[in-house]
Each structure stands twice: as C-alpha cells, then as structure tokens.
C-alpha cells in the first residue's frame, strides 16, 4: 500500500471531520441561544399571569375604599 496516499486521504478525513465540528459546534450555540430565548419567553408568560391574577384583586380593592 503506498503510504503516501494513506497520508493524503488521512489529511481529507482530518480535514472534513475538523470542518464539521466546527458546523456542529456552531449550531450548538445557536440551539443553546434558541433555548435561551424560550426560556425567557416562558419566565415572561409565568409573570403575566401573576400580574393578571393579581391585578382584580387590586381592582376591588380599590372599588371596596371607594
């Protein structure tokens, strides 16, 4: 077997495999940032909900002192 060709295909491989890790790492980031932005989208909905269930008590509250 000629060694140099083992090398030269061993350098392509090494090469692919290094290009797609650095895609995989990429999309990585861009999955964790996704997440990030639905977990502040969800941290959002929960206080919307605590202000909505909080605002009628407020409401007669005020309708009870007036």
């Known amino acids: 077997m000629d060694t140099e ?4 295909n061993f350098d ?3 090469a692919q ?3 797609q890790i650095a895609e ?3 999309n ?3 999955a964790r940032e996704y997440k990030l932005k639905l ?9 919307l909900a605590g ?3 909080a605002e009628p ?3 007669s509250e005020e309708s009870l002192t007036e």
């Open 5 to 8: 060709k083992l090398k030269k």
């Open 12 to 14: 392509e491989q090494l």
């Open 17 to 19: 495999a290094e290009k």
């Open 24 to 26: 995989l790492e990429a």
């Open 28 to 30: 990585l980031e861009k």
């Open 39 to 47: 977990q502040g989208g969800l941290e959002t909905l929960v206080l």
């Open 51 to 53: 202000d909505q269930e």
């Open 57 to 59: 008590e407020t409401s």
